[in-house]
């Protein structure tokens, strides 16, 4: 029968310590605790673009026309001023509508915002009367690849400037809209500024001015 | 000796099927030991990019309220007192005018 010597032991208790502890480890390395992160994010943010409608290409709008209120004008193209806010025609130009080309045109997909003094000079302006807009009203935009849209009255809002509906205006759309914008409600004499502003949502209805 | 030596190396050996045997017996339960365990290198290379956000429709959005009126027409306060001087020479003349008339009468 063989004995084991004390050296032979050791190398007996030695051998199975270091047998259990590469077993060991490898036994934890198997265990995977949780996915990967990047699995858990995939698939998250790409469902938050809303649904969209086909629209028309980019062209730039050249005149609109609203028969309800009898108002027509050409349309310049309006940027941004130095404190962040949308430019507008000059007073002096009253019956000038303008356009604010960092958005979409009229027809693409997404809200093209219109512009137009309601009064200058103590005349009227372009959109004077656009607060007599009534849902089904029509408003037509020619553009310079020679379309003529028909947009069509939802909804008219007036609201005070203090708490103008940013999000409503220029937020993100699923189809081709326009907004009309305008100053409405009563004059504050000290600040030189009407205290709302009138707003009209319309949408695409088709092409052609009937 | 030899029954001690035996007994010792029953109880190492004991002791190293105890270690084998403990991971895998709690794998299942997922100790928290493993937790510490960091995914290998492949998978942290294979994340995905993330995804950019999607570009806003009116890619500038204005501050504030639109300022599209000039206000309407105002009567300057010269207008205001040449025309309220007018009504009161108007009325103060008209006044004369009949207490001439009744002394005249008288």
């Given at each position: 029968?063989?004995?084991?010597?004390?050296?032979?032991?050791?190398?007996?208790?030695?051998?199975?310590?270091?047998?259990?502890?590469?077993?060991?480890?490898?036994?934890?390395?198997?265990?995977?605790?949780?996915?990967?992160?990047?699995?858990?994010?995939?698939?998250?943010?790409?469902?938050?673009?809303?649904?969209?409608?086909?629209?028309?290409?980019?062209?730039?709008?050249?005149?609109?026309?609203?028969?309800?209120?009898?108002?027509?004008?050409?349309?310049?193209?309006?940027?941004?001023?130095?404190?962040?806010?949308?430019?507008?025609?000059?007073?002096?130009?009253?019956?000038?509508?303008?356009?604010?080309?960092?958005?979409?045109?009229?027809?693409?997909?997404?809200?093209?915002v219109v512009l137009g003094h309601v009064d200058g000079q103590g005349k009227p302006g372009i959109f004077f009367r656009l607060r007599e807009l009534r849902p089904g009203d029509k408003i037509l935009i020619t553009r310079d690849d020679g379309r003529t849209l028909t947009f069509v009255v939802e909804r008219v809002q007036q609201v005070a400037k203090a708490e103008f509906p940013s999000d409503e205006v220029y937020g993100d759309t699923s189809r081709p809209e326009l907004r009309l914008i305008t100053c409405g409600g009563s004059f504050d004499h000290s600040a030189k500024s009407y205290r709302d502003n009138t707003i009209i949502y319309a949408v695409l209805a088709g092409e052609g001015g009937s | 000796m030899n029954l001690a030596r035996t007994l010792g190396t029953g109880v190492a050996l004991a002791a190293a099927a105890l270690v084998i045997a403990t991971p895998m017996a709690s794998a299942d339960s997922q100790p928290s030991s493993t937790v510490t365990v960091s995914p290998a290198p492949s998978t942290v290379t294979s994340k995905p990019a993330p995804t950019a956000p999607p570009k806003p429709q009116v890619v500038e959005r204005p501050k504030g309220a639109p300022e599209t009126g000039g206000g309407p027409a105002e009567t300057s306060d010269l207008a205001v007192w040449v025309i309220g001087a007018a009504g009161a020479a108007t009325v103060g003349a008209g006044g004369l005018l009949a207490l001439r008339r009744r002394r005249v009468t008288n």
């Amino acid at each position: 029968m063989p004995t084991f010597g004390r050296l032979g032991g050791r190398r007996v208790v030695a051998a199975a310590l270091l047998v259990a502890l590469v077993a060991g480890c490898e036994a934890t390395a198997s265990v995977d605790p949780t996915p990967p992160t990047g699995t858990v994010r995939t698939g998250t943010g790409s469902t938050t673009a809303p649904p969209t409608t086909t629209g028309l290409g980019r062209s730039t709008p050249a005149r609109i026309e609203i028969p309800r209120i009898g108002a027509t004008s050409t349309l310049t193209s309006l940027g941004l001023n130095q404190d962040q806010t949308v430019e507008v025609p000059p007073i002096e130009q009253r019956m000038q509508a303008g356009w604010y080309s960092n958005g979409p045109t009229p027809g693409e997909v997404g809200p093209a915002v219109v512009l137009g003094h309601v009064d200058g000079q103590g005349k009227p302006g372009i959109f004077f009367r656009l607060r007599e807009l009534r849902p089904g009203d029509k408003i037509l935009i020619t553009r310079d690849d020679g379309r003529t849209l028909t947009f069509v009255v939802e909804r008219v809002q007036q609201v005070a400037k203090a708490e103008f509906p940013s999000d409503e205006v220029y937020g993100d759309t699923s189809r081709p809209e326009l907004r009309l914008i305008t100053c409405g409600g009563s004059f504050d004499h000290s600040a030189k500024s009407y205290r709302d502003n009138t707003i009209i949502y319309a949408v695409l209805a088709g092409e052609g001015g009937s | 000796m030899n029954l001690a030596r035996t007994l010792g190396t029953g109880v190492a050996l004991a002791a190293a099927a105890l270690v084998i045997a403990t991971p895998m017996a709690s794998a299942d339960s997922q100790p928290s030991s493993t937790v510490t365990v960091s995914p290998a290198p492949s998978t942290v290379t294979s994340k995905p990019a993330p995804t950019a956000p999607p570009k806003p429709q009116v890619v500038e959005r204005p501050k504030g309220a639109p300022e599209t009126g000039g206000g309407p027409a105002e009567t300057s306060d010269l207008a205001v007192w040449v025309i309220g001087a007018a009504g009161a020479a108007t009325v103060g003349a008209g006044g004369l005018l009949a207490l001439r008339r009744r002394r005249v009468t008288n």
